[in-house]
């Protein structure tokens, strides 16, 4: 006669076998940490055309070299400047954690500029808000700050992604920052 399970742990009267309560165990844990994987905001094709390779430095130092190439760059916002047929960002760039979240706890890297084709709102592209940026660069702009003149590699961005302000949780999160639901890793 088979054996019916009654709960967790226990066959009919009899602890479980110690290599089913180990799997179990084991299966939970991973399904926990699937779920709490972490997800970058941008498109999937996008980001697999994105080179990851190329760094901030390289895009200031060896613009010729990593010229139309499409890389992801983030950082806090200095100026937002609307034209009449696009939008130019100015970013203190920082690098990007494993969400594509710029990592402000990390040193800035320098300054660089977005171009966006068409209006965005300044005042919700404000200073001090976190963007995260795939696109392509196209070269430097050098500009004047305080006494210098500095490079900024130039980016015209496919993709944008506004972080909400920290003191704001997510959509769909609930305080402490809980979010409740079920991960699908493709």
Not at 115 to 138: F, K
Not at 152 to 172: I, K, S, V
Request: aromatic residues 8%; hydrophobic residues 40%.
């Amino acid at each position: 006669m088979g054996r019916i399970v009654t709960g967790i742990g226990r066959i009919k009267g009899e602890l479980m076998p110690l290599q089913l309560t180990r799997a179990l165990l084991i299966s939970t844990a991973l399904s926990l940490l699937l779920s709490a994987c972490a997800v970058s905001p941008f498109n999937k094709v996008g980001l697999e055309q994105t080179d990851r390779t190329v760094s901030y430095t390289q895009a200031v130092q060896n613009s010729d070299t990593v010229r139309d190439r499409q890389v992801l760059f983030g950082g806090s916002i200095i100026s937002t400047h609307n034209f009449a047929d696009h939008t130019e960002i100015i970013l203190l760039a920082y690098p990007v954690d494993n969400t594509d979240r710029p990592n402000t706890s990390a040193a800035p890297l320098g300054r660089f500029i977005v171009v966006h084709p068409g209006y965005l709102e300044g005042t919700q592209y404000a200073p001090g808000r976190l963007l995260s940026v795939r696109g392509t660069l196209r070269g430097v702009r050098v500009l004047p700050l305080e006494q210098n003149q500095y490079t900024h590699p130039l980016l015209n961005a496919h993709e944008l992604y506004l972080w909400p302000r920290d003191d704001t949780p997510p959509q769909g999160y609930f305080p402490p920052w809980l979010h409740i639901g079920i991960g699908v890793v493709l």
